[in-house]
């Protein structure tokens, strides 16, 4: 059965740097989604993607964050300068259709930790 | 804004007995998408159920089932003959079924489910 796909499932970094999540939607998907959760929080809506532009975002996914889709599989999260407060697990969607009518599938998550 | 509460941050059931997850939603809307999604400690989020608001009926889909009771904003969701495999993180789940509101979905805080052999 097609599943979406993230790597690392985990990945550290120190405070300062940049890091790149990487995600393989399922491959008929147009829609793309990055959601988090912060430990012991509840998961947050951070973007969504469609036809190679951002179609939402949240007020969390500020400056410091950018998504990209560099070729006709991968979807990727770009946090410029992590902060302390980045550490969480990141969470990549996708879904076939109209949101309205398609449920999103949902990748295992990146576990991000912030030193 | 819409919110999404769950009140259980932890529930336990014996194998093969009903358990019922509890899910409040607050939302000005009339039409809307409502949703349960299991996490299992593999992390991947599934999909278990899905309402439309628009539909009287409660979904149903095997041993699960949607008590959904729109004008008191609930959405509660029934396990029969629980398996241990139904161990997992249960999150309820909102999205408006407007195309201006966008498509994110608002997750509630999560009811981690035991099951007891």
């Known amino acids: 059965e097609p599943e979406v796909t993230q790597t690392p499932s985990h990945q550290v970094t120190q405070m300062g740097q940049e890091v790149i999540l990487r995600c393989v939607p399922i491959s008929n998907h147009l829609y793309f989604y990055w959601y988090r959760q912060i430990l012991g929080q509840k998961v947050e809506f951070l973007v969504s993607f469609y036809n190679n532009e951002i179609s939402e975002k949240s007020e969390i996914f500020d400056d410091q964050f950018s998504v990209e889709r560099p070729d006709g599989s991968n979807f990727t999260l770009k946090i410029r300068s992590t902060k302390l407060e980045d550490s969480a697990m990141y969470f990549c969607?996708?879904?076939?259709?109209?949101?309205?009518?398609?449920?999103?599938?949902f990748g295992q998550g990146t576990r991000l930790t912030v030193v | 804004a819409q919110t999404v509460t769950q009140s259980q941050p932890e529930m336990s059931v014996q194998e093969a007995e009903t358990v019922t997850l509890s899910c409040t939603y607050d939302t000005s809307e009339s039409d809307y998408y409502l949703f349960w999604y299991k996490q299992p400690p593999s992390r991947q989020m599934i999909l278990v159920i899905r309402q439309e608001a628009y539909k009287q009926q409660n979904a149903t889909e095997n041993r699960f089932s949607v008590n959904f009771q729109k004008a008191a904003k609930s959405f509660s969701l029934k396990i029969s003959d629980s398996q241990l495999g139904d161990a997992a993180m249960y999150f309820c789940?909102?999205?408006?079924?407007?195309?201006?509101?966008?498509?994110?979905?608002?997750f509630g805080e999560g009811t981690q489910l035991t099951v007891n052999p």
């Open positions: 969607a996708s879904s076939e259709d109209r949101p309205m009518n398609t449920e999103a599938f």
């Open positions: 789940a909102y999205r408006s079924a407007l195309e201006t509101s966008g498509s994110r979905l608002t």
